[in-house]
């Protein structure tokens, strides 16, 4: 979704409800009607109700839920007495199913209640929806109101998209398109399709995954800063996430770091999270990682997820912050509790590392559990590689795969090469099959460099023909500008030296100025000839000598052959050139030796 908004963060659970809609609207009132069924409606329940958000998914508090349902209500309960609001969340899911419990909606919805209070963001969807349609209690819509503001404030959201759609009907609060067009807009930032579809349903708007793509935003954008200017913090926030993208206009993040202070002045302690943000990377802004660190506090103590997590990394690295491992540690854990993808990974590498702590495999598996559970492919992958390996967890070669391809899915482009990878240790007929093709393919396309690379060598082995070979340029180009080295060199080869595609000697160049930067010893060997024969560049024998040293010692025995051959040319060094001539004979160069007999 939207690169800047996308940094809201998505809770664990997103329902497949639509917006809550006034009971008298026709159609809409026959389908809340259905939805708020008794006991008869369980399926649509879990539907509408969020009570489908735990119980084969959920864990809390380091506890999987177990498969045995008695076993999993025990646990359940000991962790809502304890405090821990996904495990209430769990169980009122329980209870409105039925499921290993009496049904009842007026004990659902107190445990939906109590979730919220203890920082759980689906529950305040789940309770939100309840005290909205009267389901187990009276109907309560201001009260669904609040909890669901606060749902949307921990990053859930569905919670987002629900107010959203009251200030679209004007149900419980007065009509506001800006109102409405802000939420939405942050719903669908957040991950929530139904949100994408309710703001070119009702106002004909669609936006993009990038601000490179065409969509409306210049239109969402008027929405933003009309509710901007009439001290909406929220629309303020987003139209200086709009500004930092570059979305409805062009790039401007000084007014990003406007717009997200009066945010957070206002009170919108997501703003203050992306304003620290830019103060950690001086973007629009003077750069300091105290400001930031501030304000990350301020929006942590607020109960922002994200200003949480980025806390923790502050702590974790000891910059601008006090505190350090230790703290980050206990940070981490707060955002993983809140809800936070990020929050959970981070803290399942401290605790697999030994950071701020004592190692603990085991519960760093839990934690990229519930980071992969709650979307995060990078928590998918580092899950996979610890089941993958046995760390923490019993080894099993098939899931760490099937979660490998579910970071992949998730957009975490090195799952995609780690699905590949395991197409290749699965034996050579796999690693050639069109699946591995297709893992590299789209973890070169994410901006992983290494899947580039090895893309381009199985396309490079195959490759029959120009459009082939093409492909493979094409993939070691990649890989070279996102990660420089080997695969520089190995583009420029094809660049001189395969007739089956135009030679580009100036390309090539580019390509092997790129590699030589990042040591890659071939690179500098092929730039080293350019300057020797003046090829696209000014003959520079001088700049060839210094070319040929540095690939020579990092393992090029042409290139200490090709030195040692102008040395020759310098009476002064002419033993010196001779002797790496004959090092580079004995080392099986035979240019070095036709050299050594003239």
């Known amino acids: 979704m939207l690169v800047v908004l996308a940094c809201l963060g998505v809770s664990g659970c997103a329902t497949g409800a639509s917006v809550a809609v006034p009971q008298t609207l026709g159609s809409s009132a026959e389908s809340a009607s259905e939805t708020a069924g008794e006991t008869d409606g369980e399926d649509t329940l879990c539907d509408v109700s969020a009570a489908c958000s735990g119980l084969d998914r959920y864990l809390w508090d380091g506890t999987p839920i177990p498969e045995e349902l008695t076993e ?38 107190g445990l939906y209640e109590q979730g919220c209070e203890l920082e759980a963001s689906a529950s305040c969807l789940g309770a939100g929806w309840m005290q909205f349609h009267g389901q187990g209690g009276d109907e309560a819509p201001q009260q669904a109101l609040r909890s669901w503001e606060q749902g949307c404030d921990l990053g859930d959201a569905p919670s987002c998209r629900q107010i959203g759609g009251l200030y679209h009907f004007g149900n419980a609060v007065d009509p506001s398109p800006e109102l409405a067009v802000t939420y939405f807009t942050r719903a669908c930032a957040g991950g929530d399709v139904q949100a994408c579809g309710d703001l070119q349903e009702h106002y004909g708007l669609r936006l993009a995954a990038s601000a490179d793509e065409e969509d409306d935003s210049a239109r969402v954008l008027a929405f933003l800063r009309a509710g901007c200017e ?61 400001r930031a660190g501030e304000l990350y506090v301020e929006a942590c103590e ?10 923790g990394v502050l702590q974790l690295q000891g910059r601008g912050i006090v505190g350090g491992p230790v703290q980050a540690r206990e940070t981490f854990e707060r955002a993983c509790a809140m809800g936070s ?75 995609c090469y780690n699905v590949a990878v395991s197409f290749e240790l699965a034996g050579e007929e796999r690693a050639g099959s069109p699946e591995a093709l297709a893992a590299y393919r789209k973890g070169c396309e994410g901006g992983f460099g290494r899947s580039c690379w090895h893309l381009g060598h199985r396309l490079f082995e195959r490759a029959a023909g120009a459009d082939e070979v093409i492909e493979a340029l094409e993939a070691f180009e990649r890989s070279c500008r996102l990660e420089p080295g080997r695969a520089c060199s190995r583009a420029a080869a094809i660049l001189m030296d395969d007739a089956r595609v135009p030679r580009s000697p100036q390309r090539a160049r580019r390509s092997m100025a790129a590699g030589c930067e990042a040591d890659d010893g071939e690179s500098c060997l092929r730039l080293g000839h350019l300057y020797e024969a003046g090829e696209v560049v000014r003959e520079d024998r001088d700049r060839a000598m210094l070319l040929y040293a540095k690939a020579c010692g990092l393992g090029q025995e042409h290139a200490c052959s090709r030195r040692g051959a102008m040395l020759l040319n310098d009476p002064g060094r002419a033993e010196d050139g001779r002797r790496l001539l004959e090092r580079g004979c004995e080392q099986g160069d035979d240019w070095a030796c036709e050299r050594l007999k003239r």
């Open 72 to 109: 999993a209500i025990v646990v359940l309960e000991d962790g809502c007495a304890r405090g821990v609001g996904s495990g209430c969340s769990a169980l009122a899911s329980l209870r409105v199913l039925g499921r290993g419990v009496a049904h009842d909606l007026a004990v659902a919805r």
């Open 341 to 415: 993808a990020r929050g959970c990974y981070n803290l399942g590498v401290a605790l697999r590392d030994g950071r701020g702590g004592e190692v603990d495999e085991a519960e760093a598996v839990v934690r990229f559990w519930i980071g992969c559970e709650r979307g995060s492919g990078q928590s998918c992958d580092a899950l996979a590689l610890m089941v993958e390996a046995g760390r923490g967890v019993e080894k099993d070669v098939e899931l760490a795969e099937a979660l490998h391809q579910r970071a992949c899915d998730a957009g975490w482009a090195k799952g």
């Open 302 to 311: 607020a109960n922002n997820t994200v200003g949480c997590a980025s806390l």
């Open 230 to 290: 009439a001290d909406v913090a929220l629309s303020c926030v987003l139209a200086g996430a709009f500004a930092e993208e570059g979305r409805g206009r062009g790039k401007d993040p000084q007014r990003a770091a406007a717009l997200y202070r009066r945010g957070c002045e206002a009170g919108e302690y997501y703003g203050c999270t992306l304003l620290g943000m830019l103060y950690e990377r001086g973007v629009g802004v003077s750069e300091s990682s105290r």
